[in-house]
Structure formats: C-alpha cells, structure tokens
C-alpha cells in the first residue's frame, strides 16, 4: 500500500512544477490573468475544451497562441462567419490531377489548440461540424475516419454584446464545452504593464516551448490517478441530480457534465502538488464546468434570475463530505 500511495505523490509533484512551467511560461504574453490561464490549462489537462464568452481585445486569442506555443504544438485560427462551411472546418476531399484520384485535405481543426473565433457567428449545420470532433477527437469524411492528434483542444469564443447575426450554440453544443470561462478586463497595473510590453511587438511571437506533446499527455495520465474518494463522488452527483430537479431549471446537469467537474477536480487537485481531491476543488470548479449546462425556465429568466444564482443556492443546499474514505 505504501508504494500505491508514494507513486501519485511523486506523479503530482511533477504534475505541479510542469503546471506551474506552463502557467508563468504563457504570463509572458498575457499580463494580469493568472485564474484564466490556470483555469485554461486545468481544461487542457482534462482533455476538455473551452468558451471563452467575453467582449474584444482582452486576450482571447492570445490565450490560445500561447498555450500552443508553450506546448511546442500545432496552432490553428477558424474565423467563423455565416458563409462558413462545415468542410472549411474539418476539411474535404480533393480530386488530384496529377494523380488521377482524390485526396483528403486537411481542415482547421487539425492542430493541437484551435481557436473557433466568433463561433457563434456560423451557421448551426457548421457548428455542429465540431461536435464530433470535439467529444470523438476524430472527423469522418466520405466514411473515411481521420483521427486528431493529442493533445487536442477547442478555444472558442463569442461576444456577448453583439446578438445581430449570431447564431446561439444549442444544448448539446454546449455540453461538449468542459469549461466556459470570461477573460475580464484587467487592473490599471496589468494594463500599464500591457502598454510596456505590447506596444513595440506581441510578446507571443517570442514564446518558446517549455513543455511538449508527450508531457502533456503525460499530465493527463497523473490526473486521472489522482484519488477521489467514493463520498465526494456520491457528492458529485448528488450536486447534479438537485440541478435536475430545481423548480427555476428546465435542464440540469447532464452525466457528461458531472464526469467533467471529476476529471477538472482531478487536474486542479495534482496542479497545487496534492494526490487527491477535495470538496473544495469541485466548488471552485462547479461555475465554469456547470453554469453553462444549466437552462433556466422562462419564469426564472424574466425574474432576472442567472445560472450562477443557481448554482449557488445549490451549491449550499447540498450536504459537503467532511470526511475522506
């Protein structure tokens, strides 16, 4: 049993000290938002994807170049709009002259970090393009399956303040989102900071790798065995079931959204070096996994109720574990 216990503690040391690596390593390009980095890379590390829902010019796009830069990975933007097609985003097959057959062409979201800009600017049939992509890590093209390399991440975004010719992400597009986070503005020193640091060239372009693929996916495997006791699982979905059953919610928290809140516990849990996890790491994790999940009823929502209000209420009505078994 002692071995059991010394192999996960080394596993999270390590885990901490190449978080911490990657976390300082993408502050060099992003002034004045440690939660979100940290929050974006624990996203990675889950193997989930991220919406970033917020207004223009606070970073999002500079976020995710400088998590692929840092993970010496493949970079790709997606600008969505409404003439967008599905094949610009997984790409299409193409007749080749010169060999007299066809070929596949590779679409933007083959890369390691992608950035879906604006996604709710395309059409729902594009959209939907990224949900087998996103939960399988695969496209199909002409019944012909073409895997995604690892890691894989979506980053994508969306204005809140603009509504004219947008088109709202559904349900299920959504669920596919292990996190959805908003950037901020930042404080009058990080944005001093910005103008020092911004104002000759963007600090990005000079980011080098600290970290690689094999680490990253070395990351994943340390988080999955970080330890989590069979009462904060039965708390886990003791959280969802009361979100399917509240009054001001007409959809609560699916089982793909209670195994999300697991695997991000898990990675926030090995990211401060610490082999198992507490109720405190799934409150502190239960807004950007959860929020979005949640529907509200048309009542709740002319009430001026948010999802967030929600979740709070939940979130204290449901009995803590006090103890770790």
Known sequence: MARQRTAPAQD????????????????????????????????????????????????????????????????????????????DVTGVMVYNRSTGGFEFRHGGIFANVVLGDEINRASPKTQSALLEAMEERQVTIDATTYHLDSPFMVIATQNPIEHEGTYPLPESQLDRFLMRIEMGYPDKAAEIEILDTHAA?????????????????????????????????????????????HPRLTLGVSPRGTLALLRASRALSASVGREFVLPDDVKALAGPVL?????????????????????????????????RS
């Open 201 to 245: 060239a963007n600090p990005v372009d000079s980011i080098e790798a600290v970290a690689s693929a094999d680490d990253i996916a070395a990351m994943v495997t340390m988080a999955q065995r970080v330890h989590v006791a069979p009462s904060l699982k039965s708390y886990l979905v003791d959280l969802a079931d009361v979100t399917r059953r």
């Open 12 to 87: 999270v040391s390590v885990f901490s000290r190449r978080f911490e690596s990657i976390v300082a390593n993408v502050e060099q390009a992003i002034s004045g938002k440690d939660d979100a980095i940290r929050l974006a890379l624990v996203c990675m590390v889950a193997e989930g994807h991220l919406l970033i829902e917020d207004v223009p010019g606070v970073g999002k796009t500079s976020l995710a170049k400088a998590f692929a830069a840092s993970i010496d990975g493949v970079y790709n933007r997606i600008q969505f709009t409404p003439d967008l097609l599905p094949s």
């Open 291 to 323: 929020e979005h999940r949640l529907l509200l009823t048309p009542e709740a929502q002319m009430g001026g109720t948010s999802q967030g209000d929600v979740l709070d209420e939940i979130l204290a009505s449901v009995t803590v574990p006090t103890a």
